[in-house]
């Protein structure tokens, strides 16, 4: 019987891929950057080609266009012909920072949360257990069960009794509503630093996570400023700073509504910011203070952090800067609520999240 041999596979080295996958990673890392201006994406990929010879006599930014548009990544169908990312790109981008942030992941079944309860779950092992009031039918093991009236009772009086019975153990597995809230307010693009691109990939990064491996988790996505509004996971790669205070009471309000909706009984918000609130809404007015921390703003903040505690929503505070009154803040609105707090560089937010993300699996929060 003839058969095939398969040897190992080995990625080619970046230098043996296609031209256009090289310049594809450029420009999506680019695409970020414009916060999804495809133009302006290819102005730059121009720009940097022209300074470090990405392209060559046989293949150019032109061919790279055309292969763009040919594999569906971007269109010009646009008004005035204006370039606009498709599906295929927004898909690439996310599967891109997952594996930049979090790394390759091996596929698992849908909703492989564990936690260490047994007992009536939805996925069986291989532990077995006495019989006890109030086990579902599916759980019992037939053949264990038969084997043991076989042995009680002989063939002769063959029967079969509740001692006789055993169940197969089960685990449970934990469904999760994550809240993402990412701070859009002026500071993050501040003294030089762009703390909006990074926040971007790790909501996309988690976002393809959760799709990917536990698809019965649901994860929602909201950024705030003076207001809050709730983003698709599709928008994210447009997602812009504006010139807006920092209004984290209308974040955890929104984040609040939105889990309600939720059914789990696993709630969590994860909360990426970079700087102390600075704003609450007051009517149809807004309250703004932007020196230290006002405690008109503080108290009505910590009031919610509380609120959450009472309803076990834990909320983590992922800080990308290290303010002092930032840090104090955060300490007190930590212990309000219960939660968890990291203070992380820019490179070190995506680890962060995804091990808090993991840890969570394991409990019922």
């Known amino acids: 019987m003839k058969g095939h041999r398969f040897s190992k596979y080995t990625p080619p080295p970046e230098s043996e891929k296609s031209d256009f996958e090289r310049l594809l990673k450029i420009f999506m890392q680019l695409v970020l950057l414009t916060a999804g201006n495809v133009s302006e994406a290819l102005q730059w990929l121009t720009e940097v080609d022209k300074q470090y010879g990405l392209t060559n006599d046989q293949y150019g930014i032109g061919d790279f266009i055309e292969d763009l548009k040919k594999n569906g990544y971007i269109s010009d169908e646009g008004k005035n012909g204006e370039f606009k990312l498709k599906a295929k790109a927004e898909q690439n981008l996310r599967q891109s920072a997952l594996e930049e942030i979090f790394g390759k992941l091996k596929k698992s079944k849908t909703g492989d949360h564990k936690t260490p309860h047994s007992g009536r779950g939805d996925e069986s092992t291989t532990d077995r257990r006495d019989y006890e009031f109030g086990d579902s039918v599916e759980q019992i093991s037939m053949t264990e069960s038969l084997r043991n009236a076989q042995i009680n009772h002989g063939l002769e009086d063959f029967r079969m009794t509740e001692g006789d019975l055993e169940v197969m153990e089960s685990e449970y597995k934990t469904q999760t509503s994550t809240v993402l809230m990412i701070d859009i307010s002026h500071s993050m693009i501040l003294y030089g630093e762009d703390r909006i691109t990074p926040a971007k990939k790790v909501a996309m990064a988690l976002a393809e996570l959760i799709k990917k491996k536990y698809p019965k988790d649901t994860l929602d996505i909201l950024v705030f400023g003076d207001d809050a509004w709730q983003i698709e996971i599709k928008d994210l790669p447009y997602l812009q700073v504006g010139p807006y205070h920092t209004n984290t009471v209308a974040g955890l309000e929104l984040a609040m509504d939105i889990l309600r909706r939720r059914k789990n009984s696993n709630k969590q918000i994860f909360m990426i910011t970079d700087g102390k609130p600075t704003c609450i809404k007051q009517g149809i007015k807004y309250y703004k203070n932007s020196f230290g921390l006002d405690h008109k703003i503080l108290n009505k903040t910590l ?45 070190g937010l995506g680890n962060l999240i995804f091990e808090d993300f993991k840890k969570n699996r394991t409990k019922n929060l």
């Open 303 to 347: 009031d919610l952090a509380t609120q959450l505690r009472k309803i076990k929503i834990p909320v983590t505070t992922f800080m990308i800067a290290t303010d002092p009154y930032l840090k104090a803040f955060v300490r007190e609105f930590t212990k309000a609520n219960n939660g968890n707090a990291y203070y992380s560089s820019l490179q």
